[in-house]
């Protein structure tokens, strides 16, 4: 069992930064692919970033060049580092742990409760 939790959510201006943080308890997490999607009011769940246990990443185009995920294996942590934000990045932020299929896919086994961005122009 993995329990995530996400940080760092807050209201910024557009083109401000933020860092979020998936910090795990239970299992390293380390051994798992870990995800970041996001919600906004009224669209499906988007993906956003993912890394594999082998440290290979990937991101959604709308988010390519100005968020970077990265992970700490020794605070069993996973980052999300948001530069230049837009108000359209404005969402519930969350994290994932363990995907059944493929990365950009939101069938994972464990999820945080969310962390809320905001992004005012």
């Known amino acids: 069992q993995v329990q995530l939790v996400e940080s760092g959510g807050g209201l910024v201006q557009a083109g401000d930064s933020l860092r979020l943080s998936c910090a795990a308890s239970?299992?390293?997490?380390?051994?798992?692919?870990i995800g970041w999607f996001r919600q906004a009011p009224g669209k499906p769940r988007e993906f956003v970033a993912a890394?594999?246990?082998?440290?290979?990443?990937l991101s959604a185009d709308s988010v390519k060049g100005r968020f970077t995920i990265s992970r700490d294996s020794v605070k069993n942590t996973v980052y999300l580092q948001m530069n230049s934000l837009k108000p359209e990045d404005t969402a519930v932020y969350s994290c994932?742990?363990?995907?059944?299929?493929?990365?950009?896919?939101?069938?994972?086994?464990?999820w945080g409760q969310g962390t809320q961005v905001t992004v005012s122009s």
């Open positions: 239970g299992r390293t997490l380390s051994r798992y692919t």
């Open positions: 994932a742990a363990d995907p059944r299929g493929s990365p950009k896919n939101a069938g994972y086994n464990y």
């Open positions: 890394i594999s246990y082998g440290g290979v990443t």
